[in-house]
């Protein structure tokens, strides 16, 4: 079993831009696991039905492999962990285990931004270069004069049927909290 990190071409390059893929993977066998994004700069949070030991990062410009769990608590890159540039593809061994019932699956895109320091691309009251607007025009209405600051660096995920509506409304959820896919 492979993961396909789609968007990442040989030598580094997105043929398809700057995206920026999280997926946090829940064992539920681990022992050491968090609810934190991968960086809190993110702005969200992931539910505690998901929290994860293992996090995948696809970036479109190179990835990273975060494992958790580590005999002195420390977080760390895997530098062993790499996507295979010719077939997009992400080893199963990156997951720690082989998923099966009970394992969960939060999935986050966004843009990536080579020069800030989570690597996700902020937002902005509107639309600038490299950067996202949270409306296209200035409005009254509570999501436009939000702290962009503040805005989870998220452009979309994958929830469980029917929450994904209303799951990154940061004027309805404080702190955004992501719930998981649940393997059955």
């Not at 079993?1 to 390059?13: E, K, P, Q, T, W």
């Not at 920026?20 to 539920?28: K, N, S």
């Amino acid at each position: 079993m492979n993961i396909c990190a789609a968007g990442i071409a040989a030598h580094g390059r997105s043929p398809l831009g700057g995206q920026l893929v999280d997926v946090y993977v829940h064992d539920p066998a681990a022992t050491t696991t968090s609810t934190a994004a991968s960086f809190s700069q993110r702005d969200y949070a992931i539910a505690a039905p998901g929290a994860w030991s293992r996090l995948i990062e696809v970036q479109g410009f190179g990835q990273r492999f975060v494992r958790r769990g580590r005999r002195d608590g420390r977080d760390r890159d895997d530098p062993r962990q790499r996507a295979d540039a010719v077939h997009h593809l992400v080893p199963k061994t990156a997951l720690g285990g082989t998923p099966g019932s009970g394992w969960g699956f939060t999935v986050v895109l966004t843009g990536q931004d080579g020069f800030s320091p989570d690597q996700a691309r902020g937002f902005q009251p509107t639309p600038q270069d490299f950067q996202f607007g949270v409306c296209a025009a200035a409005s009254a209405d509570p999501h436009c004069t939000f702290d962009p600051g503040r805005v989870p660096k998220a452009i979309d995920v994958l929830t469980p049927a029917g929450t994904q509506s209303g799951e990154l409304d940061y004027t309805v959820h404080d702190p955004v909290t992501i719930a998981p896919v649940i393997v059955p």
